[in-house]
Antibody, heavy 121, light 106 residues
Framework: EVQLVESGGGLVQPGRSLRLSCAASGFTFGDYAMHWVRQVPGKGLEWVSSITWNGNSIYYMDSLKGRFTISRDNAKNSLYLQMNSLRTEDTAFYYC??????????????WGQGTLVTVSS | DIQMTQSPSTLSASVGDRVTITCRASQSISAWLAWYQQKPGKAPKLLIQKASNLESGVPSRFSGSGSGTEFTLTISGLQPDDFATYYCQQYSSYFTFGQGTKVEIK
C-alpha cells in the first residue's frame, strides 16, 4: 500500500524558512515523479512543484519566483520542499503526491494527508 | 499558462440523481485531463485520468468524457458517499486545477 507522510509544517514568521519532508513507502520511490500541491484552508488545489524520478527535471509554479526548492533522496525514499522568504499568502496545507510515471506527465495517483504551514507574525 | 474553468461551483442534488460537472481548458489539452474527489479534511483521490479512464476501484457510476478543451464528469446515480468536492486537472503542460465543484445534498 502506498503511503506518503508529510512533516515539517508549523507556524513561521514572514520572511523565515521552513523545510517540508515527505516519507514514502509501499512503492519503488525512485521510479516515480513526485509533486507538491498546496491548498489554502477552504479553498482549491494549487500545484506547487514537481521533480522527475531522478531529479534531473524540476518544475515550479511561476509565482514562486525562486523562493521554493524541491529535492528528493531516492536512497531515503524522501521528498523535500525548502521554502524560503515565506509570505502570509503561502499559508496552506501542503500535500506530497506521487505521479503515475517516471516523468512529470502523469496525474497524481496517491497523496499524503498534508501538513499545515501557517505564515504569521 | 493553461487555465481550467469548472462549472458549476456548487451543485445541489439528491441521492439517485445523475449529475454532470463541466471543465473547460483555455487551450487544447488533448485528453490530458484528470478528475479528483476530495472530502472535508481528507486528501484528494484520483478518480479518472486521460479524460475517461476510470482508476481501479472507482465505482462505475463515475464516468468522464471529452477532449480538446471541454470535458465532463458524470455521476450516474448519486450515492451518499459521493457528496464531496470535485476537481479537474490538466497535465498537458505542467499542472493546473479547476476551482472545484462542491456536490451538496439538496
Amino acid at each position: 500500500e502506498v503511503q506518503l507522510v508529510e512533516s515539517g509544517g508549523g507556524l513561521v514568521q514572514p520572511g523565515r524558512s521552513l523545510r517540508l519532508s515527505c516519507a514514502a513507502s509501499g512503492f519503488t520511490f525512485g521510479d516515480y515523479a513526485m509533486h507538491w500541491v498546496r491548498q489554502v484552508p477552504g479553498k482549491g488545489l494549487e500545484w506547487v512543484s514537481s521533480i522527475t524520478w531522478n531529479g534531473n527535471s524540476i518544475y515550479y509554479m511561476d509565482s514562486l519566483k525562486g523562493r521554493f526548492t524541491i529535492s528528493r533522496d531516492n536512497a531515503k525514499n524522501s521528498l523535500y520542499l525548502q521554502m524560503n522568504s515565506l509570505r502570509t499568502e503561502d499559508t496552506a496545507f501542503y500535500y506530497c503526491a506521487k505521479g503515475g510515471g517516471y516523468s512529470s506527465g502523469w496525474p497524481f495517483d496517491s497523496w499524503g494527508q498534508g501538513t499545515l504551514v501557517t505564515v504569521s507574525s | 499558462d493553461i487555465q481550467m474553468t469548472q462549472s458549476p461551483s456548487t451543485l445541489s442534488a439528491s441521492v439517485g440523481d445523475r449529475v454532470t460537472i463541466t471543465c473547460r481548458a483555455s487551450q487544447s489539452i488533448s485528453a490530458w485531463l484528470a478528475w479528483y474527489q476530495q472530502k472535508p479534511g481528507k486528501a484528494p483521490k484520483l478518480l479518472i485520468q486521460k479524460a475517461s479512464n476510470l482508476e481501479s476501484g472507482v465505482p462505475s457510476r463515475f464516468s468522464g468524457s471529452g477532449s480538446g478543451t471541454e470535458f465532463t464528469l458524470t455521476i450516474s446515480g448519486l450515492q451518499p458517499d459521493d457528496f464531496a468536492t470535485y476537481y479537474c486537472q490538466q497535465y498537458s503542460s505542467y499542472f493546473t486545477f479547476g476551482q472545484g465543484t462542491k456536490v451538496e445534498i439538496k
